[in-house]
């Protein structure tokens, strides 16, 4: 079966220090990536997709993230870690523009003043 | 743009009663929405796929007798939990898609539904 892999369930990471949260993809084809961010209590805010092209995507709040496709990964990262990015992070894929995303269990991330 | 508003954002209800969240795309028009339930530390489960004037799509598992979903309007899908027990307490959230370009969407998530039975 098809699916996303976020393999951390926490991340803990320093502030100013770059973070990292993982995510490894079994999906056939040419698969649409996505990374999703869920503050406390509320819905999900997309941060970012990749579908062709650049293997780095660029996303909000100074994230990116890169697609490599010889570790079937598309690990998200950001230089320098907030307190105020502690969240979930959900990466999640799909088959094709049509298709409704399919999400990873998700990575709690956990930024330290 | 593609803003989702969803209501209420908390609910307590008493076990047996019925309670129902909206779930509106405030500057699209949405033919299809989604519904999800997420519990504590875990994914999104998807529950249903809400069509427009039509009747919902329900994933494997998902009673639809307990879990109504009514989509009447472009702009409005409500869940109606039905005859609720402690065991539906979760977090709901809707989803609605909406068109990026040839063959391409987008889906803008609601900030959730907290559902608490007592």
């Known amino acids: 079966a098809q699916s996303v892999a976020q393999p951390e369930d926490q991340v803990n990471v320093a502030e100013g220090n770059p973070l990292t949260v993982k995510c490894t993809y079994s999906v056939s084809g040419n698969p649409y990536l996505f990374w999703y961010v869920q503050y406390p209590n509320r819905g999900l805010q997309f941060l970012l997709k990749?579908?062709?092209?650049?293997?780095l995507v660029k996303g909000s709040y100074g994230f990116e993230a890169e697609f490599n496709k010889s570790q079937t990964s598309f690990h998200l990262k950001k230089p320098s870690a907030l307190v105020s990015d502690s969240a979930l992070y959900f990466c999640a894929f799909s088959s094709g523009g049509s298709y409704i995303p399919t999400f990873g269990r998700g990575t709690s991330l956990i930024v330290h003043p | 743009g593609a803003v989702v508003s969803q209501h209420p954002s908390r609910v307590i209800c008493k076990s047996g009663t019925s309670v129902k969240i909206e779930c509106r795309s405030l500057d699209f028009q949405a033919t299809t929405m989604f519904w999800y339930r997420q519990f504590p530390k875990q994914s999104l489960m998807l529950m249903a796929t809400?069509?427009?004037?039509?009747?919902?799509?329900?994933e494997q598992g998902v009673e639809k007798d307990k879990f109504l979903i009514n989509h009447a309007s472009l702009t409005l899908s409500t869940l109606t939990v039905t005859s609720a027990h402690p065991e539906d307490s979760s977090f709901y959230i809707c989803?609605?898609?909406?068109?990026?370009?040839?063959?391409?969407?987008?889906?803008?998530f609601g900030s959730g539904t907290r559902l608490t039975v007592v």
């Open positions: 809400s069509n427009e004037g039509s009747k919902a799509t329900y």
């Open positions: 989803s609605a898609r909406h068109t990026q370009g040839a063959g391409e969407y987008g889906y803008t």
């Open positions: 990749y579908i062709t092209g650049d293997n």
